[in-house]
């Protein structure tokens, strides 16, 4: 949805496309994780996702005590935060290049 966006606005160059890439390995890292899950697909899950390690942390720390854990609220809060931010990026690229 977000690549066909960037191609409709016609700003789909190499810094969107590193972006939607981030996102991709991001998306991958973390499948691969949940479903293999050993040290090496730990850290393909972790590396890609910077930002967002402090929850990570956090994430890590309370499933054990917390029975419903928290790890999807750290799902959803990167789908809040990436959905609207490549939003953003892909409808003002054009004005944010222009000045």
Partial sequence: MIWRLARRERVLDTSVVAVIGMIVAIGLGSFLFHTRANGVTRWIDILPIFIFQLLRSIDISV??????????????????????????????????RAS
């Fill in 63 to 96: 499933c054990s005590g917390f029975e419903l854990a928290t790890h999807f609220l750290w799902h959803i809060f990167n789908a809040l935060l990436i959905y609207p931010v490549m939003l953003a990026l892909i409808l003002n690229i054009g004005a944010w």
